[in-house]
Nanobody, 111 residues
Framework: VQLVESGGGLVQPGGSLRLSCAAS????????MTWYRQAPGKERELVAG????????NYADSVKGRFTISRDNAKSTVYLQMNSLKPEDTAVYYC?????WGQGTQVSVSS
């Protein structure tokens, strides 16, 4: 199993980023995928999840209305569109499936 995130970077408050996670080594379309994040000095927290078919999603209260999770099963890729970013969104963002984690991608929101 391999999960490879990309798309992080430095953005100003109010800006947008789209994270991608390319998955391999399992039947991607069958499974829920999730995004987590971990800010400095804080525990890792669930950001969003999406069902295998993409017809059900859930979000942390802190990102509802600003972030959108989606997936492309033909590409075995899950996305996290992040809009209206705030400094408190600064964290390393991780893609997750069961016990497997990606290497993480840094998102920094600062003026």
């Amino acid at each position: 199993v391999q999960l490879v995130e990309s798309g992080g970077g430095l953005v100003q408050p109010g800006g947008s980023l789209r994270l991608s996670c390319a998955a391999s080594g399992f039947t991607f379309s069958r499974y829920t995928m999730t995004w987590y994040r971990q800010a400095p000095g804080k525990e890792r927290e669930l950001v969003a999840g999406i069902s295998g078919a993409g017809d059900s999603t859930n979000y942390a209260d802190s990102v509802k209305g600003r972030f959108t999770i989606s997936r492309d099963n033909a590409k075995s890729t899950v996305y996290l569109q992040m809009n209206s970013l705030k400094p408190e969104d600064t964290a390393v963002y991780y893609c997750n499936w069961r016990v497997y984690w990606g290497q993480g991608t840094q998102v920094s929101v600062s003026s």
